[in-house]
T-cell receptor, first 112, second 114 residues
Framework: AQSVAQPEDQVNVAEGNPLTVKCTYS??????LFWYVQYPNRGLQFLLK??????LVKGSYGFEAEFNKSQTSFHLKKPSALVSDSALYFC??????????FGTGTRLQVFP | DAGVIQSPRHEVTEMGQEVTLRCKPI?????LFWYRQTMMRGLELLIY????????DSGMPEDRFSAKMPNASFSTLKIQPSEPRDSAVYFC????????????FGPGTRLTVL
């Protein structure tokens, strides 16, 4: 079965510093991977996806993610964090049919 | 585009009462998903529809939960009778069949069962 794991419940980073939110995956076949963000009292919003092609995927709000097949990882990154990036981040993988399987989420806290 | 619309945004009810949550997907989207989010269990897919037909309801926790999609622009999730452990935020999401990747989420309904 397809699954993703987010090993960190929370990540703290100072504004202006680079941030990384970790995700590892377990799939049969080619992985289709995603990152979503949830701001307080809001639904999830799509950030970016990896289907095929370049291992570095660029998405919304200056975020990017690096696909690493050998490490089965898909970490979310941003070169310079903003306080407004503070939110809950979900990694997801598409299953065989139509469903997205979400990770448990990582809360990102960016301090001024 | 108004996005996915959910109502009510907040619902407080007493144990044993019937609760109905409503969702209007984005026009033209033919997939609709119902999720439940709790601190303990994270984000769970309850059921999803394609062209108004339920495709997979394996995530529905028990018979107290039911979902319908009578037409392309409306879906309901009903809990009867409700229990305190049903307290959660319930999200509806939709997407097109042409875009298997990006789901558009509504703002959610925060349900509290006392």
């Amino acid at each position: 079965a397809q699954s993703v794991a987010q090993p960190e419940d929370q990540v703290n980073v100072a504004e202006g510093n680079p941030l990384t939110v970790k995700c590892t995956y377990s799939v049969s076949g080619n992985p289709y991977l995603f990152w979503y963000v949830q701001y307080p009292n809001r639904g999830l919003q799509f950030l970016l996806k990896y289907i095929t092609g370049d291992n570095l995927v660029k998405g919304s709000y200056g975020f990017e993610a690096e696909f690493n097949k050998s490490q089965t990882s898909f970490h979310l990154k941003k070169p310079s964090a903003l306080v407004s990036d503070s939110a809950l981040y979900f990694c997801a993988v598409r299953d065989w049919v139509d469903k997205l399987i979400f990770g448990t989420g990582t809360r990102l806290q960016v301090f001024p | 585009d108004a996005g996915v619309i959910q109502s009510p945004r907040h619902e407080v009810t007493e144990m044993g009462q019937e609760v109905t949550l409503r969702c209007k997907p984005i026009s033209g989207h033919d997939y609709l998903f119902w999720y439940r989010q709790t601190m303990m269990r994270g984000l769970e897919l309850l059921i999803y529809f394609n062209n108004n037909v339920p495709i997979d309801d394996s995530g529905m926790p028990e018979d107290r939960f039911s979902a319908k999609m009578p037409n392309a622009s409306f879906s309901t999730l009903k809990i009867q009778p409700s229990e305190p452990r049903d307290s959660a935020v319930y999200f509806c999401a939709s997407r097109t069949s042409g875009s298997r990747d990006e789901q558009f989420f509504g703002p959610g309904t925060r349900l509290t069962v006392l």
